[in-house]
């Protein structure tokens, strides 16, 4: 039997490689190598095109000891090296996780098919933007997005609230009454965007909720979909078409990826409803659109946990990809953590532990290594103004018997929502 | 003004034509276009910005292949990749070939290229109907 080279072994046997081959290299003038390790999990070398002719020899060295040690995941000898331009170099150089090797900087290329924006820095912050995401389902997370929602329209605020959980929709049926959908949604702008014709629904996509006639402020609602009428039912083949990229068109504009239509679709919205406040309700897991939310649309992000160990662990996957990819700095000042669904018994205990777990995640990923200080990003457990204290939502046996968000009693909302829409008011006021 | 397109199917027809008549060198340095320009044609309706390939791309087909698989990334290419065989069929093959002297293409070394070329036509047509080209 063969070694089992397992994917994880990969990166370290590559850089291991490089290594033990970075003499011949270097003495041929080669200080960077670019490893691609394509769809399938197999790794390539890549050099620039016109590369000098003395890197051949030491470069075949290096495929045949890549083929020795990367067992299935190595390509033959002879199709190890693949030749691209500098353009080609420098897009792969994006995004990829680099590390001195005796003298060599080995640059590693993950190609995914999805999943690529967790590990590209967050976008530039449109201050009044903010999104809401649960790294595992069922913790109250659009009920929350839903009470914030009416509470800042209580409170005077302009609010456009978008149910980007595309594929498990729910904001929309909580903040809009049956029957009160407009004609389209989310996935119909994709669609209608994808043949020149997103601005054809896009003041049709939007619905203010009847109950909040009477309110001091006006709340607008982007749903998924639109009102469920005949002639209207397609929505896993919209959905289906909504991470198409835009080709280009030749001499007019590039590749248009959906990510960037995304971003389109909010900007658009906001130029026409001049909302205060942006809440954009995310998709749960490591999903694609749940990476756009999070990474891609500028907002903060408020990331509901329970305390349990699942949770953790799935934040950790999370944190340390960020840690790993070195974008801890871009993204930390963006993300709150909320505290959800705290039980009714032992609160200060739960409350504690929650604190306890929060703060080891991100001081293990996100805080700078040094302690708490001036200029540093780094705080102590009990520091209530840090990322890892958390907003707090309380379990409240009331909520999950409420339709929509109108049918929930004042007190209801009080007694479970109010330190949290308190630490919202103070971010907001803090936003603008 | 480039059409990789049709040039796919030109090349590919007359590589057919002189295949079929034995002529197994200019078959063979056709189908090795015809392979170039059907991924050029996917690639032009994905990642060209302007109306000709921009220099990264202006590769031959034993070059080509290996670059489509391994770039591929994200939702838009990887179907295609995905389709396209590990091996690259073009690997001896060049451009620079078409000096050589007609003995040195074997039938073999021509099926080959053949097969290669068909497999890439195939990835294409997956593309029509995918609706890439309008």
């Known amino acids: 039997m063969t070694e089992f080279v397992h994917f994880d072994n990969v990166w370290q046997r590559c850089r291991e490689v490089v290594r033990e081959s970075a ?83 080995v640059v590693l290329v993950d190609r995914v098919i999805t999943g690529s924006r ?19 389902g069922g913790v109250g997370r659009s009920t929350a997005v839903a009470v914030l929602a009416s509470h800042l329209v209580r409170k005077g605020q302009r609010v456009l609230a978008m149910d980007l959980d595309l594929e498990s929709p729910g904001l929309s049926s909580l903040l809009l009454p049956p029957g009160e959908h407009p004609d389209f949604g989310i996935v119909d702008w994709f669609v209608e965007d994808a043949v020149d014709q997103g601005d054809r629904v896009i003041s049709e996509m939007t619905a203010a909720p009847s109950w909040c006639g009477s309110l001091k402020g006006d709340l607008l609602v982007a749903p998924a979909r639109g009102r469920l009428r005949e002639g209207y039912e397609e929505y896993l083949e919209k959905l289906g078409r909504v991470y198409l990229d835009l080709p280009p068109v030749p001499n007019k504009r590039a590749q248009e990826p959906w990510l960037i239509r995304l971003r389109r679709l909010i900007e658009a919205l ?36 329970l305390e349990n160990a699942p949770t953790w662990e799935a934040y950790t996957i999370l944190f340390r990809h960020w840690a790993r990819y070195g974008i801890a700095e ?58 890892h204290w958390p907003l707090e939502i309380y379990w409240h046996r009331g909520v999950p018997d409420a339709q929509t968000v109108a049918e929930l009693p004042g007190q209801t909302e009080q007694e479970a929502f109010r330190p949290f829409l308190e630490a919202f008011d103070e971010l907001i006021s803090e936003q603008s | 003004m480039e059409d990789f397109r049709d040039a796919h199917e030109r090349h590919w027809e007359d590589a057919e034509y002189l295949y079929q008549d034995k002529r197994l060198g200019n078959a063979d340095h056709l189908y090795g276009l015809s392979a ?27 070059k080509l292949w290996d670059r489509f698989r391994s770039l591929a990334g994200d939702r838009d290419l990887s179907r295609y990749a995905s389709m396209l065989p590990e091996n690259n069929a073009f690997s001896d093959w060049q451009v620079a070939q078409r000096y050589c002297n007609r003995t040195s293409f074997t039938r073999q070394a021509v099926e080959n290229h053949r097969w290669g070329a068909e497999r890439v036509r195939n990835v294409l047509r997956v593309a029509e109907v995918d609706g890439l080209f309008q």
């Open chain 1, 118 to 136: 967790w590990s590209l820095p967050p976008e530039g912050r449109a201050p009044n933007r903010f999104s809401f995401f649960a790294i595992k």
């Open chain 1, 270 to 305: 906001e130029r026409q409803l001049r909302p205060d406040v942006v809440l954009i309700d995310s998709r749960n897991g490591l999903h694609d659109l749940a990476a756009a939310a999070v990474m891609a649309v500028g907002a903060r992000v408020c990331l509901f946990a």
């Open chain 2, 36 to 62: 170039e320009c059907a991924l050029k044609a996917i690639l032009a309706r994905t990642k060209f910005s302007g109306a000709q390939a921009p220099r990264e791309y202006r590769i031959h087909i034993d």
């Open chain 1, 330 to 387: 871009k993204i930390r000042e963006n993300l709150t953590i909320v505290a959800s669904m705290i039980p009714e018994v032992g609160r200060d205990r739960y409350l504690a532990s929650f604190r306890e777990h929060a703060w080891d995640l991100f001081r293990d990923f996100l805080y700078d290594e040094e302690p708490p200080g001036e200029d540093r990003f780094n705080f102590d457990l009990n520091d209530e103004d840090a990322p």
């Open chain 1, 23 to 105: 003499e011949s290299l270097i003495n041929a003038g080669c200080t960077e190598l670019v490893f691609i390790r394509d769809l399938w999990g197999r790794v390539r070398v890549a050099v620039p095109l016109d590369f000098r002719d003395d890197w051949r020899e030491p470069l075949r060295a290096l495929a045949t000891r890549l083929n020795e040690r990367l067992g299935a995941h190595a390509y033959p000898p002879d199709a190890a090296v693949l030749e691209l331009t500098g353009h080609d170099l420098r897009q792969l150089r994006e995004g990829a996780v680099s590390s001195p090797e005796n003298g060599i900087t």
